[in-house]
């Protein structure tokens, strides 16, 4: 008797969104993401390079929503963010832009 590979890959909801803050606001980058069978790893990218978490920056993943919260934002934060979810069976990503405008 053979037994199959059973699960899912993730699957992706609802893309990123586009989000502009003034800076020393708070931003959140939402996307919806199924995280599939075994479930998904989330990975955040900022400009391609894999976003190391802190105080400022968190990433959150609870019931299919994946966020990532940016407080305090700097004009150094603006760019292209993606948000990856990854398991044995598939990957999905999506993307968005964060502009930060300058108070002054």
């Not at 150094?76 to 979810?85: L, P, V």
Request: with cysteine; aromatic share 8%.
């Amino acid at each position: 008797m053979h037994s199959l590979a059973v699960g899912a890959p993730p699957k992706l909801v609802e893309e990123l969104s586009d989000v502009t803050v003034n800076s020393s606001q708070k931003a959140c980058l939402k996307c919806m993401i199924t995280a599939g069978d075994p479930k998904a790893k989330t990975t955040w990218y900022f400009n391609d390079k894999e976003i190391r978490l802190n105080k400022r920056i968190k990433a959150t993943y609870e019931n299919d929503e994946a966020v990532l919260t940016v407080s305090d934002a700097e004009l150094k934060d603006a760019g292209w963010y993606r948000c990856e979810a990854t398991n044995k069976l598939g990957r999905v990503e999506t993307q968005c832009t964060l502009t930060v405008y300058s108070e002054y």
